[in-house]
T-cell receptor, first 113, second 109 residues
Framework: DSGVTQTPKHLITATGQRVTLRCSPRSGDLSVYWYQQSLDQGLQFLIQ???????AKGNILERFSAQQFPDLHSELNLSSLELGDSALYFC????????????FGEGSWLTVV | AQRVTQPEKLLSVFKGAPVELKCNYS??????LFWYVQYSRQRLQLLLRHISRESIKGFTADLNKGETSFHLKKPFAQEEDSAMYYC???????????FGKGTHLIIQP
């Protein structure tokens, strides 16, 4: 158990819908990262937050957004869903300094039908 | 720009044989390199980081700055080593990870 908790574990929704994925980082970790894992694209970095502020942005679509709350949990919002958004979405956390290890959650499986 | 290349999508070896998973990177500064392992689409687990210079589950990896490589090696493969292996790089101002596409390692009995 890495200590990073993600909910829901599985989610099936229809095209055009909006979903929210939730992540609770390890106790004491200030940084949260979101990654998308799909069969064709592999692991893609989406976005990183540190202590409530956006720190780095990767290949995140405009239909997607994220935030980190004062209690440090984070949510990834995916809207106007398309079939191609079906993927495993990982959250990861670290203490936030460059040398700190990044720990991953178990992921949220999103299937868009 | 930083990039991680894992040239083999799939690697199949027999139990007891040596294993080498290749990883090459592109980065202008001094990167930090990692290997993560993922069993059956579960969460990614950190296997090795180059600054630790340790051996986990019999695996080792050496950073070769001249060849910009960080290959993962194990002298004798075991069936439980079957998994997806991802090489990752961290560098620059942000401390996120850039991953390679991964190598699916299959250990045949």
């Amino acid at each position: 158990d890495s200590g990073v908790t993600q909910t829901p574990k599985h989610l099936i929704t229809a095209t055009g819908q909006r979903v929210t994925l939730r992540c609770s980082p390890r106790s004491g970790d200030l940084s949260v990262y979101w990654y998308q894992q799909s069969l064709d694209q592999g692991l893609q970095f989406l976005i990183q937050y540190y202590n409530g502020e956006e720190r780095a942005k990767g290949n995140i679509l405009e239909r997607f957004s994220a935030q980190q709350f004062p209690d440090l949990h984070s949510e990834l919002n995916l809207s106007s869903l398309e079939l191609g958004d079906s993927a495993l979405y990982f959250c990861a956390s670290s203490q936030g300094s460059p040398r700190n290890t990044i720990y991953f959650g178990e992921g949220s499986w999103l299937t868009v039908v | 720009a930083q990039r991680v290349t894992q040239p083999e999508k799939l690697l199949s070896v027999f139990k007891g044989a040596p294993v080498e998973l290749k990883c090459n990177y592109s980065y202008s500064g001094s990167p930090e390199l990692f290997w993560y392992v993922q069993y059956s689409r579960q969460r990614l687990q950190l296997l090795l980081r180059h600054i630790s210079r340790e051996s986990i589950k019999g695996f080792t990896a050496d950073l070769n700055k001249g060849e910009t490589s960080f290959h993962l090696k194990k002298p004798f493969a075991q069936e439980e080593d079957s998994a997806m292996y991802y090489c990752a790089l961290r560098g620059g101002g942000a401390d996120g990870l850039t991953f390679g596409k991964g190598t699916h390692l299959i250990i045949q009995p």
